[in-house]
């Protein structure tokens, strides 16, 4: 059963980078596709952006290139750094698998979330 | 950016009325739509892909339908684990966007 779990720290300083990892079981983090996203009262659900089973990573341009996502096969994870954060980068932060085929795609499933507070 | 819009933004029912909730795509989607249920505290769950699939497990109680731009999630004799906020999500592109939920209570 696949299975995902976001670990980080759940306070960071404004202007630094918010790092998280999301640790999976169950697949191989190189056979599927992968995305994080956020949720907060704001905003409502974000997408940030999408790490292809390739390699190849997709970020939502609203993020104006803060994000980055990465893969460690070796530890069966994948990660994503958000720079120069603000109090508007507050929020809860899901890891997601991508399933489906072609553009018929789904979020399924997700981690259970980790909260994410911007404060010095 | 595709905008989903949902309506109402909550609702309030009873166990064992039947529940619509509207899902509005500011452009033709065809069926590339998702519907997940929250719950408090919790993570997103799939129930239906593809506009109109059941997601495995997920009870014959829910059901999707529409393509183009407006689509429904039907609830059929609301049990009490329904009450939850729902979420639409496009998948047309690959800048994926969600309505802003529309949250199920118990009247």
């Known amino acids: 059963q696949l299975q995902l779990e976001e670990s980080g720290p759940g306070v960071v300083t404004p202007s630094e980078t918010l790092s998280l990892t999301c640790i999976v079981s169950g697949a191989s983090v190189g056979s599927l596709h992968w995305s994080w996203i956020r949720q907060s009262p704001g905003r409502g659900l974000e997408w940030i952006g999408v790490l292809q089973s390739s390699g190849s990573p997709n970020y939502n341009p609203s993020l104006k290139g803060r994000a980055s996502l990465s893969v460690d096969t070796s530890k069966n994870h994948f990660s994503l750094n958000l720079t120069s954060v603000t109090a508007a980068d507050t929020a809860v932060y899901f890891c997601?698998?991508?399933?489906?085929?072609?553009?018929?795609?789904?979020?399924?499933?997700w981690g259970q979330g980790t909260l994410v507070t911007v404060s010095s | 950016d595709i905008q989903m819009t949902q309506s109402p933004p909550s609702l309030s029912a009873s166990v064992g009325d039947r529940v619509t909730i509207t899902c509005r795509a500011s452009q033709n989607i065809a069926k590339y739509l998702n519907w997940y249920q929250q719950k408090p505290g919790k993570a997103p769950t799939l129930l239906i892909y593809s506009a109109s699939t059941l997601q495995s497990g997920v009870p014959s109680r829910f059901s999707g339908s529409g393509s183009g731009t407006d689509f429904t999630l039907t609830i059929n004799s609301l049990q009490p684990d329904d009450f939850a906020t729902y979420f639409c999500q496009q998948c047309f592109s690959t800048l994926y966007t969600f309505g802003q939920g529309t949250k199920l209570e118990i009247k």
């Open positions: 997601a698998a991508i399933l489906g085929s072609g553009n018929y795609n789904w979020f399924d499933p």
